[in-house]
């Protein structure tokens, strides 16, 4: 039985989930959205930054987003940031599917993740990805625009925000220029911690 289709983000209380400009990502405003993670048990096991670590609510929804997943699907401006950020050993130990024009071979890192560079659309894209999670989740990884992509296309069946404490004022908003007469929410739970609300929606067609 194939899983679901879904996102999990970090964001703003005015709406965004990240600085306007690739130069800002890692900046100032991005670590305080995502400050809610850095401290989980979880974060620093993926990420190899050494023992330690809250645990807690917000540590077993870092881990059972990460275990409910089997592949992963991102927009090429989330890749190129990505790419130099990430440690070589890349913290999806999954497959992850790029959405790019750029004709590339796979890229195989340490630790069981793979990027495949898919060139003809979000569809084959999610195809590749479903096929590649079995009876697991994909996970539409970012960013905001290859996030809305596929919302508009009604190809999301649920998604979780974990809606932090802070102001950005500009940037990408998650759901700028989505298709509201098309998409329909139903609310599966609120859980909130002292860091932030995790806010998880059923995404349904009008």
Request: aromatic fraction near 10%; avoid cysteine.
């Amino acid at each position: 039985m194939a899983g679901k289709v879904f996102f999990s983000v970090s964001m703003s209380l005015d709406g965004f989930i990240a600085p306007g400009s690739a130069e800002e990502l890692m900046g100032q405003q991005w670590m305080e959205l995502q400050q809610w993670a850095f401290p989980l048990r979880f974060f620093r096991e993926n990420l190899k930054l050494g023992e330690g670590g809250e645990e807690g609510r917000d540590n077993d929804i870092a881990r059972e987003t990460f275990e409910r997943t089997g592949a992963s699907v991102m927009g090429k401006r989330m890749f190129d940031a990505g790419e130099h950020a990430w440690p070589a050993e890349a913290p999806f130990h999954t497959p992850v599917f790029v959405l790019t024009h750029e004709r590339r071979d796979p890229w195989e890192r340490p630790g069981g993740t793979t990027f495949h560079f898919v060139n003809d659309g979000i569809k084959p894209a999610l195809d590749q990805a479903r096929e590649a999670a079995g009876d697991r989740d994909v996970r539409i990884a970012g960013g905001g625009a290859t996030i809305l992509e596929y919302v508009n296309a009604g190809l999301v069946d649920e998604f979780t925000i974990a809606l932090s404490p802070v102001l950005f004022g500009s940037g990408i908003r998650l759901f700028e220029g989505v298709d509201a007469g098309r998409v329909a929410l139903e609310p599966v739970r609120a859980e909130p911690s002292p860091r932030v609300t995790h806010l998880t929606y059923a995404v349904r067609e009008r």
